[in-house]
């Protein structure tokens, strides 16, 4: 079974502050990662992928990867009101016939204070 | 479409009424997933078409769903009989490469079935 993890929250930041949110993962073979953003009522939209470890940056939005610690995280700088949102983690898992369809977190609940 | 498009954006079925919900796919994205989420929840893997062949289905929870994408384009994903623990948004992604690229997902139908 595999299975993502993330803390629900709500996590609650003040506007201009770094904004950190974690996923760990069970599957030692899974190789693509990706956050999307959901907003209450929307449908979720890609905001980073990743595939190796070390960090990506996107501009507001740093990804980084641990595989050796099956842990992805996702940093927002300069938090805005807007970004108040959940996020979702999501991975990739591989079977015999290839890449798999994502396995989701249930999201973290993203609050920036103004 | 500049976008992966969904049709109907709303549905409510009565219970034991069959529905059948339409996704329109970023033009040239090789793959089609569809995904169910429940209120509070993340999204949750339905099934997976490659072109025209469904190369995983293991996510459709019972025999009274059905998917099919018989040109490799649109999809329509079928509930039969529906029941109320169907109700739930149902979201469809595409993507240009295999499973493990980037997928962007439709507005969503939403069912409710009563």
């Known amino acids: 079974q595999k299975e993502v993890e993330q803390n629900s929250g709500p996590l609650s930041v003040p506007e201009g502050a770094i904004a950190s949110l974690n996923c760990t993962y069970s599957?030692?073979?899974?190789?693509?990662f990706f956050w999307y953003r959901q907003y209450s009522g929307k449908s979720p939209e890609l905001i980073m992928s990743?595939?190796?470890?070390g960090d990506k940056e996107d501009g507001r939005f740093t990804a980084q990867l641990n595989k050796a610690s099956q842990y992805v995280s996702l940093l927002i700088r300069d938090s805005q009101p807007s970004d108040s949102a959940t996020y979702l983690c999501a991975v990739n898992g591989y079977s015999g016939g290839g890449a798999d369809g994502l396995t989701f977190g249930k999201g973290t609940h993203l609050i920036i204070q103004p | 479409g500049a976008g992966v498009s969904q049709s109907p954006r709303y549905k409510v079925a009565k219970r034991g009424q069959d529905v059948a919900l339409r996704c329109d796919p970023i033009?040239?994205?090789?793959?089609l997933f569809w995904y169910q989420q429940a209120l509070g929840q993340g999204p949750e893997f339905l099934t997976y078409f490659q072109n025209e062949a469904q190369l995983d289905k293991s996510g459709l929870p019972s025999d009274r769903f059905f998917a099919e994408r018989p040109e490799g384009s649109v999809s329509t994903l079928k509930i039969q009989r529906t029941q109320q623990e169907d109700s739930a948004v149902y979201l469809c992604a595409s993507s240009w490469g295999q499973a493990d690229t980037e997928a962007f997902f439709g507005q969503g139908t939403r069912l409710t079935v009563v």
């Open positions: 599957d030692r073979v899974s190789q693509s």
């Open positions: 033009s040239g994205h090789v793959s």
């Open positions: 990743i595939y190796s470890n």
